[in-house]
């Protein structure tokens, strides 16, 4: 079936870099946008941005430009996040969704599915 | 960069009673790209509804979407046990990148 699976969870010091992977499992990898979304703890869904797993072409919310960076691996079907510089604010769930969607002769649709299942990054001195 | 509003933050409802949710952006946003997603404590986000009224695969028939414009709304016929949960909308635009609403938190009365 299709599938996302995330790394572990992280415990990393405030300056420090982290990198979670995003294993794809049950289709085409480099047919779909991967996106990585986060979540504070008790708070809602930000976007972070995209890559493009054929073209490793990525495009990063404002907020985070300068801070992360996306990346792939398409011999093993994973997409990797790395956020640096990272603040007690960063402490956060991180999931990686693969977009999908389609075209008819009017109007395109996308939409995020799956979704891994959310890797926990805690930033703490 | 597109606001997406949701109200009520709370929504307090027995199972068997219908649930309505609102979301309201701050702009025109195209309805195929509007999704809704369904979110359990410790889990994941789940899609329901993309293009604003088409149920995901998988999703039971009590759950409907509907609205354009800047005003959306998804419905839950009869609410059932395991419906109580935190509900986003989401969009995206092409100039304005991919947005997500604060969330409604649909809870047991």
């Known amino acids: 079936q299709v599938q996302l699976v995330q790394s572990g969870a992280e415990v990393k010091k405030p300056g420090a870099s982290v990198k979670v992977s995003c294993k794809a499992s049950g289709y085409t990898f480099t047919g779909y946008y991967m996106h990585w979304v986060r979540q504070a703890p008790g708070q809602g869904l930000e976007w972070m941005g995209w890559?493009?797993?054929?073209?490793?072409?990525?495009n990063y919310a404002q907020k985070f430009q300068g801070r992360v960076t996306m990346t792939r691996d398409t011999s093993i079907s994973t997409a990797y996040m790395e956020l640096s510089r990272l603040r007690s604010d960063d402490t956060a769930v991180y999931y990686c969704?693969?977009?999908?969607?389609?075209?008819?002769?009017?109007?395109?649709?996308?939409?995020?599915?799956?979704w891994g299942q959310g890797t926990l990054v805690t930033v703490s001195s | 960069e597109i606001v997406l509003t949701q109200s009520p933050g709370t929504l307090s409802l027995s199972p068997g009673e219908r649930a309505t949710l609102s979301c309201r952006a701050s702009?025109?946003?195209?309805?195929?790209?509007l999704a809704w997603y369904q979110q359990k404590p410790g889990q994941a986000p789940r899609l329901l509804i993309y293009g604003a009224s088409s149920r995901a695969t998988g999703i039971p028939d009590r759950f409907s979407g509907s609205g354009s414009g800047t005003d959306f709304t998804l419905t839950i016929s009869r609410l059932e046990p395991e419906d109580f949960a935190v509900y986003y909308c989401?969009?995206?635009?092409?100039?304005?990148?991919?947005?997500f609403g604060q969330g409604t938190k649909l809870e047991i009365k």
């Open positions: 702009q025109s946003v195209s309805s195929s790209y």
């Open positions: 969704a693969s977009e999908r969607g389609y075209c008819s002769s009017t109007s395109c649709f996308n939409w995020f599915d799956p």
């Open positions: 890559i493009n797993p054929n073209s490793g072409g990525t």
């Open positions: 989401q969009q995206y635009g092409s100039s304005t990148g991919y947005t």
